[in-house]
């Protein structure tokens, strides 16, 4: 298929998807088309890959949580050090983020793309980057591990990834101090909800009136759920099934469960509220509370304030943690 | 011991005058800091230049008509061309009396332009420096500090919450009104941008000379240092200042969930704005009610007219008239009998709702008088001078560039000019 025939098949397809679960399984299949036609290209001009590898989705896509629209996040690990392959997989890479833009995932501003040489390595050279990272704690270097950390295979060998979160986890647990170093990357998001139980939407620019459901909804939960997840050396990438398998280890229990629900619900409300309006990548991040019921009003407050309930926990777990 | 005693008060007062001009620089500084980079240059050349045409028009009629003889309720006739006599047995310099009042209307003056920010003509700058400057800040005065009607009404304004701040902000308004707002401050979907200033260290450095200036404005309206008066009213000044600014930052957390710093700024501002009037008439604690009320009032004032769709670059129309109204309302709850040397106490001193009705019919007529005027005025300047605002183009590329042919920050811009020719 041809990029615009599937931008074509995206565009007719993608307002039917019923639940969010349903849109980003839609989203791997479209991504995974991409990649085939890409890979028809590449292999046309140069011929077929030297050697195994992985193509894997970051951010939203790598945690299986995509709204409408989305940028593109992606990188590749291969097998074999050598110049052939480097040349090979930058040269598949670049036409993957071409082939993802054409689909209708705009670039990714951050440069977080598989055409990017920094996210398109050998084996080796994944190790010797994420030992870097590790031993920098810059606030650069925390950031990528934290955008690698949601990394999730698409194409080709499951284990390279796996792989290579055991290097993250092994350095957890030789130096513990990280995870505090990667709460302090994250502990600053919106708050939404004021002093009198109030929404605190946006006050000025187009979005004013609505909630930066970005900043002050999803990400306390992903940057708290993460978090534990790198404590824990939980493999999973999305924040449902990280909660579900941290709510295996008796210390937290049922303490999660609550979470997962109101979760699933922001993760409901944006889709519900975003299949009613055609949007930019921009009006994504904002949901409009006047949009909403009075029920639904109150839910979503409490959804926020959980969220901010959530990352104090984490918080606690952490410094806890540090002191013992 | 009388001479040492004039000799004083008119130190007193010309101290008060620098003091008060100093604050021109205050308000270049915020309203430079709180507009963009490319009308820095613009805004601070003008307030200088506005400055030295006021005063040149105060001395010919504007002091005349606030202060001369053969006056009516409406104006005062004589004392054009002051030529800097001393008048009868005032116990001061009335050259220094003459500075003093200079400064005020060149205050009042300065306050209207924030309406004009980053869209008006340089044209339109001048020609309404003159005829605000006749036709409007003197008649208020006049009629309040002159001995006009509202003077002999009792109506209460001990340093210019009404006469200056009002009814600048009044002109500000209908400036606002006919220049329409600024490219990009509003969308089509109804919601406001904001169009944020470029330098918030200006801003607050405007505000801590405004502050210290304030220390003239309202110390000096004592105009004679003998009984140390003044010293009580520089007190009740600062704690209301204080106030402002607290109060502001504690609305502005609740509200929108983060202390913003252009509404704790504005806070401050307001509550020295609203103790102007009522410095001299009021109990200290009065003062701390008085600040902290405005630096709430500023803020739901700022929101008030963005739903209006008013652009308002510098908040005059919250700083200035919101809380020039509340100030001059003010003195008609908290003015004492002891202190009340005009008018009566009030209401919460048992002087019933006299003094408030008082203030509140003052505060309506100078508003509506300030605004009418400088309305028609410069509605006719529209006509006659084929629009105030500048094009469309001169106000994107800022007025420094198409009103004065030269940056405020030359190397900002000059770079970018470059590599626009090269890229050309």
């Known amino acids: ?324 | 011991m009388e001479e040492i005693i004039f000799s004083l008060n008119s130190v007193w007062l010309v101290l008060g005058a620098l003091l008060v001009i100093l604050m021109q620089g205050g308000f270049i500084l915020l309203e430079a800091g709180s507009t963009r980079m490319k009308n820095a240059g613009h805004i601070s050349g003008k307030t200088v230049f506005t400055f030295g045409l006021a005063s040149i028009v105060f001395w010919a009629v504007g002091y005349g008509f606030i202060f001369g003889g053969n006056s009516n309720f409406f104006i005062g006739l004589s004392d054009f061309f002051y030529s800097g006599e001393q008048t009868g047995d005032m116990p001061y310099s009335t050259a220094a009396f003459f500075l003093f009042q200079l400064a005020f209307a060149g205050i009042s003056l300065t306050i209207a332009f924030g309406g004009f920010a980053e869209r008006a003509k340089l044209s339109a700058y001048l020609v309404f420096a003159i005829l605000f400057s006749v036709l409007v800040y003197p008649v208020v005065a006049h009629w309040i500090w002159g001995g006009g009607w509202l003077a002999e009404h009792g109506k209460q304004d001990f340093a210019g919450s009404t006469v200056v701040h009002l009814t600048g902000a009044m002109a500000a308004f209908a400036a606002t009104i006919l220049l329409k707002p600024r490219i990009g401050k509003f969308n089509k979907n109804g919601t406001v941008n904001n169009i944020f200033g470029h330098n918030q260290v200006y801003t607050a450095l405007g505000v801590i000379v405004l502050w210290v200036g304030w220390f003239g404005f309202n110390g000096g309206s004592t105009f004679v240092v003998d009984d140390g008066f003044f010293g009580f009213v520089a007190l009740n000044t600062n704690i209301a200042a204080g106030a402002g600014a607290v109060a502001a930052l504690i609305i502005s957390w609740i509200v929108l969930g983060k202390s913003d710093i252009p509404t704790i700024l504005n806070g401050a501002l307001a509550g020295l704005v609203a103790i102007t009037a009522s410095c001299a008439f009021v109990e200290t604690w009065a003062s701390v009610v008085i600040g902290f009320v405005a630096g709430i009032l500023v803020f739901y004032s700022v929101k008030f007219f963005d739903k209006l769709k008013v652009d308002d670059p510098i908040y005059a129309l919250s700083v200035h008239g919101a809380a020039g109204v509340w100030g001059t309302l003010s003195t008609g709850l908290f003015a004492t009998p002891e202190l009340a040397s005009v008018g009566q106490p009030g209401l919460f001193y048992g002087g019933g709702f006299s003094q408030l009705g008082v203030q509140a019919m003052g505060v309506s007529v100078s508003a509506i008088y300030a605004f009418a005027v400088s309305f028609a005025i410069l509605y006719i300047m529209k006509k006659v001078m084929k629009g105030l605002r500048v094009s469309e183009e001169e106000e994107i590329i800022g007025l420094d560039v198409s009103e004065h042919g030269n940056y405020g920050y030359p190397e900002a811009f000059i770079a970018n000019e470059e590599k626009n020719r090269i890229a050309n």
């Open chain 1, 1 to 324: 298929m041809s990029y615009m025939k599937i931008k074509q098949w995206r565009d007719s397809e993608i307002e039917k998807q019923e639940s969010s679960y349903d849109l980003n399984a839609f989203h791997d299949l479209i991504m995974k088309q991409v990649f085939e036609a890409v890979l028809k290209k590449v292999k046309e001009e140069a011929g077929s890959p030297p050697c195994q590898y992985a193509w894997f989705v970051m951010g939203s896509a790598g945690r299986f949580e995509q709204a409408i629209i989305s940028d593109q996040d992606h990188g590749i690990v291969y097998e074999e050090e050598s110049e052939e392959s480097g040349r090979y997989f930058k040269n598949l890479g670049k036409e993957l983020a071409f082939g993802l833009n054409e689909a209708g995932y705009p670039y990714c501003d951050g440069n977080v793309m598989s055409s990017n040489p920094v996210w398109c390595r050998s084996k080796v050279s994944w190790n010797d980057q994420l030992a870097k990272w590790l031993n920098e704690e810059s606030f650069d270097s925390i950031r990528y591990l934290l955008i690698f950390y949601d990394a999730r295979v698409l194409e080709g060998e499951q284990e390279y990834i796996l792989h290579l979160k055991k290097h993250i986890h092994d350095a957890i647990k030789e130096k513990p101090d990280l995870l505090e170093r990667f709460l302090e990357n994250t502990i600053h998001t919106k708050k939404a909800v004021g002093f009198f139980q109030q929404f605190l939407p946006e006050t000025h620019g187009s979005h004013a009136g609505s909630i930066d459901i970005k900043q002050s909804g999803f990400l306390p939960y992903v940057n708290a759920v993460r978090l534990l997840a790198l404590k824990e050396s939980v493999k999973a990438a999305s924040t449902l099934s990280r909660i579900e398998a941290l709510s295996q280890l008796p210390k937290y229990g049922r303490e999660l469960q609550d979470y997962k629900s109101g979760f699933e619900k922001l993760l409901h409300y944006r889709h519900m509220y975003h299949k009613k309006m055609t949007e930019s990548y921009d009006d994504i991040h904002y949901l409009d509370v006047k949009e909403l019921n009075k029920n639904e009003r109150k839910e979503l407050k409490q959804i926020l304030k959980d969220g901010q309930k959530l990352q104090d926990y984490t918080q606690s777990v952490i410094k806890g943690m540090m002191r013992r």
